[in-house]
């Protein structure tokens, strides 16, 4: 990890070197031997500069004038019990932080990591109810595109869900059954399904169409795109459907698929998680 660019002095140091070390070494490791403590780093708020809080006000500001029309009533009532503002960059921890809000209702926590977790360190932290969140903040000349995860992706995108119970049960079996799972194929399809919920899920509430998935949440084109486009497949979800289909990330995505409630997402979970590990190991999913 090389810092480059004035959004990478959040995690200049040699703490965030280490932990991304770690991380990375996790492939090699078995679940059990996985210490996802190890992959943390402190969030030292002092370096953000007033830059940094323009572009996260610029995004937010951005995103919550449609938000209301567009987002899932979990995501939106989330947002507001975390207590998330417009003003500065959130904190995850101490005073009015994130977790502050977040821990005690679903025993989830936002952990600040110093950039991309591969695969089998990133299940390891979401099987402890752990996010693992980059801290960093996109720069302005790229506020309308990122190719990798910011601190408004993360935060902004992701998190409000995880205060609702039923989406932070489907998110921890999800991170338990692709951390135990041993057969490429089934990462490969596990990894599908984390694209087209997590990341860009359309959920049906009150009779229309609402985005939840975080790349639909932190895009301003492309949740417009896949809400009211004639171009895209919208598929009613159906998780062996969903875990067969093949994703792009170049460009705005052709198929979506629809819940019809977070229940369906996380029961759909649960019985392919059974299906994946065995009943033996699926009964650990509930511990």
């Known amino acids: 990890m090389q810092p480059a660019g004035n959004h990478h002095q959040i995690i200049d140091s040699e703490e965030a070197r280490i932990a991304q070390a770690a991380a990375d070494a996790a492939a090699n490791l078995t679940a059990e031997q996985i210490d996802a403590s190890k992959f943390y780093i402190k969030q030292r708020y002092e ?22 029309q567009q987002a899932s009533n979990v995501f939106l009532r989330g ?42 360190a990133f299940f390891a932290c979401l099987s402890r109810r752990e996010f693992p969140t980059t801290i960093t903040v996109r720069p302005r000349e790229q506020m309308d595109y990122l190719p990798e995860p910011d601190i408004f992706h993360d935060v902004f995108g992701h998190v409000p869900l995880h205060a609702d119970p039923v989406f932070a049960d489907f998110l921890q079996t999800y991170g338990r059954a692709a951390l135990l799972c041993n057969d490429e194929e089934h990462i490969k399809r596990l990894g599908r399904l984390f694209w087209f919920t997590v990341e860009f899920g359309l959920i049906r509430e009150d009779s229309r169409l609402k985005i939840y998935g975080s790349g639909l949440i932190s895009s301003h084109a492309e949740s417009d795109y896949a809400l009211n486009s004639p171009k895209p497949d919208r598929r009613p979800f159906d998780l062996e459907r969903v875990c067969e289909t093949d994703f792009e990330i170049d460009h ?10 977070f229940e369906q997402l996380r029961d759909a979970m649960n019985e392919y998680a059974t299906r994946v590990l065995g009943i033996s190991k699926a009964k650990t999913l509930a511990a």
């Open 47 to 68: 370096r953000y500069t007033e830059e940094n809080h323009a572009v996260w006000r610029e995004l937010y500001d951005r995103r919550w004038t449609v938000l209301e």
């Open 79 to 120: 947002i507001r019990t975390l207590n998330m503002t417009r003003e500065r960059v959130p904190k995850l921890d101490g005073e009015g932080g994130i977790n502050t809000f977040l821990k005690p209702l679903t025993g989830w926590q936002s952990r600040p990591v110093p950039g991309y977790l591969p695969q089998k």
């Open 252 to 261: 705005f995505q052709p198929i979506y698929y629809v819940l019809e409630s």
